[in-house]
């Protein structure tokens, strides 16, 4: 497939919208910088042509919280920079029921259901880490809803910035490029937010996954449109001062007891030391954890934390799960990227599929979710993955 196929897909899930009954569209999407951006392009968007438009912000897919959305009726169901990597999984509960669109732009597998319209730059002949985020790919989707949605590109390239290639890549080029042309932005700075790329997507960093349970992300989804006033500054350092408590203690924690180890794994579990913050403050830890002189250099990092009931906006999970991250020390990374060891894309959801749970990733980072009474099987799981 194409690129210029890419477009005609894009228009062609369009139609099937503007054709649908229904004006009332579930906005589901993801609760990072590049979540946030998308969901604050779709919503301006979409409630401009008189869609009723009701978010959902998740952290990750579970399951039962896909079933429930599913059971929906004369709904429109619309995904932002999540979905894709369970679109199966999507497909199958749908059961026709609902249109289906998915704006996303990470790993994915084409399905074959004209109620689920994947709209995924990965199957058309593009990359998805470097050549569009998930804010582009909404951007793209709401100016060919209305060209007037023109000015919404400065969005985008907030999301943009979570990308190596930040305002290069070959789909980025077309926000960047609409922004630049009318002004929204100037060396770098968004004009009408006062604010520079990097900034605005660091303070979406912080009220989406550490501010998720304290109306973070509808802030940050306002504050794209709006701009950081000193009410949501004064938050964001809020939210920073806690993360920075709660990670000094883990460390501490951590260097007191030691991290617990098998043959090729190094993993510890905080339990609930991070709750009242999103779960992603884990894949954080972990990241800064690879480079501590406490890591073995040539083990694989895990480290889990419990996860909150609460979705807010949404209701309860009715199970109790655990939230894994995983990263690489620097010597394993290199071993992973000469092809020596085993990346952390197929042994982490391997091994969270092995206990009944899901997960999805990159070679050097990934993470995942599972049921709380099986953390020893994940453990063995994941050596059995590594030696298999």
């Given at each position: 497939m194409t690129g210029e196929k890419f477009f005609d897909y894009i228009r062609l899930a369009i139609e099937k919208l503007l054709k649908s009954k229904g004006k009332r569209i579930i906005l589901v999407h993801h609760d990072d910088a590049d979540g946030l951006a998308s969901a604050s392009i779709l919503s301006a968007s979409l409630q401009s042509e008189g869609f009723e438009v009701e978010r959902i912000c998740l952290e990750k897919l579970f399951p039962e919280v896909l079933e429930r959305i599913h059971q929906e009726t004369n709904s429109v169901i619309i995904y932002a920079d999540i979905g894709s990597g369970q679109v199966e999984r999507i497909s199958s509960l749908n059961?026709?029921?609902?249109?289906?669109?998915?704006?996303?732009?990470?790993?994915?597998?084409?399905?074959?259901?004209?109620?689920?319209?994947?709209?995924?730059?990965?199957?058309?002949?593009?990359?998805?880490?470097?050549?569009?985020?998930?804010?582009?790919?909404s951007y793209l989707f709401a100016k060919a809803l209305n060209k007037e949605n023109e000015k919404l590109a400065y969005i985008a390239l907030i999301g943009a910035q979570e990308l190596p290639s930040k305002t290069s890549g070959r789909l980025t080029r077309i926000p960047f490029e609409d922004a630049s042309k009318s002004g929204q932005i100037k060396q770098n700075k968004i004009v009408k937010l006062n604010i520079s790329f990097s900034s605005a997507f660091r303070n979406l960093q912080i009220l989406g996954p550490v501010g998720y349970y304290k109306n973070?992300?509808?802030?940050?989804?306002?504050?794209?449109?709006?701009?950081?006033?000193?009410?949501?500054?004064?938050?964001?350092?809020?939210?920073?001062?806690e993360r920075k408590t709660k990670t000094k203690r883990v460390l501490g924690m951590l260097y007191r007891k030691g991290l617990n180890h098998t043959e090729h794994v190094q993993w510890?579990?905080?339990?609930?030391?991070?709750?009242?913050?999103?779960?992603?403050?884990?894949?954080?830890?972990?990241?800064?954890?690879?480079?501590?002189?406490?890591?073995?250099?040539?083990?694989?990092i895990l480290g889990m934390m419990n996860v909150r009931k609460e979705i807010p906006g949404f209701g309860r999970l009715e199970k109790d799960y655990v939230k894994v991250s995983s990263r690489l020390p620097k010597l394993l990374r290199d071993e992973v990227e000469r092809g020596k060891a085993k990346p952390l894309s197929y042994l982490l959801p391997a091994s969270c599929e092995d206990v009944g749970g899901f997960g999805d990733g990159h070679k050097y980072a990934a993470s995942g979710i599972f049921p709380s009474d099986k953390k020893g099987e994940f453990i063995q799981a994941f050596e059995r993955r590594i030696n298999e």
């Open positions: 059961k026709r029921r609902n249109l289906t669109i998915i704006l996303d732009h990470h790993d994915t597998k084409h399905v074959k259901d004209d109620s689920v319209l994947n709209v995924n730059p990965e199957l058309f002949g593009f990359e998805g880490e470097t050549d569009a985020s998930g804010s582009v790919v973070g992300p509808d802030i940050g989804v306002n504050a794209c449109l709006e701009g950081f006033s000193d009410d949501v500054k004064k938050l964001i350092e809020s939210l920073e001062e510890f579990d905080v339990g609930n030391m991070f709750d009242g913050l999103g779960t992603k403050v884990i894949g954080t830890f972990c990241s800064y954890l690879s480079y501590q002189r406490i890591v073995d250099p040539k083990k694989y």
